[in-house]
């Protein structure tokens, strides 16, 4: 029987997921969903993102990380254990007239995720998600006692003013019981760590939903776009030659994904085979069973310009 967990990656840095084709004016754009051109990072980059962090922990663990991503060869005679879809965007962040930035998300982004999570086994549920479907391009949900307000009913983002969506409260079904969504979020996100507790105690009041169109709106308009260069070492100038200049779309700081993982049997023929919960346990990084230092709580990079400080991001289990 398989296993299925989702995992969050708050992006500390600029990420770089590079596409393979231009758009306009930029050179090197990130990967974007087909249909709805949100951002997504693709499930081999996040496969082989894990996979390399693994591999640099040692030989003592090299049988596991082949169960789990499968052999690293010409010729494959079994795949890996572990199974991942792409990672999508949860909240983006965009700039706010009041409390600097805000995070934002929309009805299509979070019926989109609570689906997965039913399908994943979490006991939750967006409790009336139906009505979200109202939200207005000129409107948005946001907390009572959120710090991007402008006045009572609204908020101004990216130069949009949105006035609140009636005094509509979304929660989520939670075991049985029923949460405010931008707690359920902030709690589930972020961890329970020193580290994180300003974030986690502020992301309430900077979250908000928006219209599905908005937020395509945004999240196409606002990402990170720079411009690079490659200097000649002999002339100190640009070289042309060797396309020496550049624009490079990148997902913002601050940016939430999710992504979801699926453990099943080890598919090697031969040997002691490991179990679906040795192999989420070797991902996660359990303490009393896995000899891995796993990715929960950890910092990975993922996607190009490591050199550059960009991909950084932290991870942290739905559980």
Known sequence: MS???????????????????????????????K?????????????????????????EINDLVEEAFGPDKKGDTFGGALSFIEAKVLFFPVKALYGVYAYITCPLVLNDFFRLASHAGYPVSLSNGDLLAGIGQD??????????????????????????????????????????????????????????????SNFPKRAMIV?????????????????????????GTVNDKEGGLWNEENLPAETILYSMVQAEKARKEEGKLSEPEKLMDFLKGSQTTSPSKGINGKRLQIGGDKTVGKGFVFVNFFD
């Not at 219209?211 to 002339?235: A, G, K, P, Q, Y």
Request: proline share 3%.
């Open 3 to 33: 296993i299925n967990k989702i995992f969050f990656l708050i992006c500390e840095t600029s990420v770089h997921a590079g596409a393979s084709e231009s758009v306009g004016y930029v050179d090197l754009p990130i990967q974007r969903n």
């Open 35 to 59: 249909v709805t051109k949100f951002p997504i990072i693709q499930a081999s980059e996040v496969k082989g993102c894990l996979r390399e962090y693994f591999e640099d922990q040692g030989n």
């Open 139 to 200: 409107k948005a949900i946001f907390a009572a006692d959120s710090i991007n307000k402008v006045s009572e009913d609204l908020v101004i983002i990216n130069d949009f003013p949105l006035k609140k969506y009636d005094e509509m409260t979304i929660s989520v079904n939670l075991n049985g019981e029923k949460a405010n969504i931008f707690n359920f979020f902030g709690d589930k996100i972020f961890p329970n760590n020193e580290e994180y507790a300003y974030w986690k």
């Open 211 to 235: 219209s599905d169109s908005l937020f395509e709106i945004i999240t196409n308009t606002s990402t990170e776009v720079v411009t690079r260069n490659r200097i000649d070492n002999i002339t």
